[in-house]
């Protein structure tokens, strides 16, 4: 992708692109016109000097020869007149110099002459040169001085536009306060800015009715699981079935068990996205741990081992540190066989559960995102590590995942 640019400077890039390019040809373009007009001012002149040469020798003038610049002699044979540029010593600047020279032959009262004017073409290229040079002075000063004008116009005119920018960039679904954007004297800013306030109100209105919709069918669908359990557990201890229908209802638990959880999870990730946990408190996450490990020991056998380097202690909602640790150790324990170790580690600012596994993770940048399953688990919800993740973008933690050593390694950084 190509490295982006300010508007501004886009068009102030252009602008003097353009400026310096219209600068050049016009300088060139005034050369080679001054330069054509002064090379005929000097031939208009020597024709001048020439008619008054033929003038002088038909009046009987006999000594019209003034080196270099006019040249009379008398000569055999007429031939065709010749005009072109010509070095010549200039006796009164002691050195060469570039003329303008014109020779003509005049039979003029039964003499054949040559008569050759000269005139410099020195003085014409200085002021030549002197002229373009100004007119670029001119031109290099004019561009500058709109460059810097049109920019201080630009930035006074653009305003609204960045100031509204400025703006959406903080826009926020879950804000009560609603966007507040400048007007302009610009049509099209000032519709823009009309167009992106009804948008935004829309999305809210629209997000709201989501989030309540969320809220709703969480809270709804707990009482029917709530009694179709209860309904369940009822037919097994108060009615005789056989052992078929026991291993059916069984399943049918296990099932309701599986969409309690669901349920549970998607109902703390609402939450989350609604920023319902606003509670700050210190949690000693070490101390956590080590509970947590208890309880897993007394309910499944598990191999779990803590490495304290340095006690762990963060600023967070305490529901939500539970939450954290208990994903992330029992994640592991779902990955890991009965008779494999599971290393939990922290010191100041990072925790790291480690489990083996014989090879790492196919697609490790879609772990952390929502009913992703890297295996066929008839029992994972696939939403344990995306609450994990919800939780630390919550919170600025940097969740990662690691294999080393045929160990695959989830770590949190807290700060």
Known sequence: MSKKVTLLKKTSKTFLLTGFILAFLSAVILYFYTKNLLKSEIEEELYSTEARVINALKNGSTSLSLPPVTEVIITDHLKSKVLKDTLIYDPSQ???ELFRELSTFKKINGKNYKITVRNLVVESESFLVAIVISNILILVATFMFLFYFNRKRNLKLWHPFFKNLEQMKHFSLTSKEPIALIDSDVLEFSELKNEIIL?????????ENLKQFSENVSHEMQTPLAIIQAKIDNLINEHGINDKQFVQVTSIQKDIQRLKQLNKKITI????????FINLEVVNLTKLINEKIENFKELKQVHLSLNIEKELTISMDSYLADILI???????IKHSKKEEEITVYTNGSILSISNFGDKALVNPENIF?????????????GLGLAIVK???????????YSFKEHQHIFSVRFK
Do not use: W
Request: with cysteine; aromatic share 12%; charged share 30%.
């Open 199 to 207: 948008l935004t109100e829309k999305v809210k209105t629209d997000y």
């Open 269 to 276: 990730l609402t939450k989350i996205d609604n920023h319902q």
């Open 326 to 332: 208990n994903n992330l150790i029992s994640n592991a």
């Open 390 to 400: 919800k939780i630390c973008d919550f919170y600025g933690f940097t969740p990662s």
């Open 369 to 381: 995102l929502r009913f992703y399953k890297e295996s066929n688990r008839k029992h994972s919800t």
């Open 94 to 96: 002691d050195e060469m």
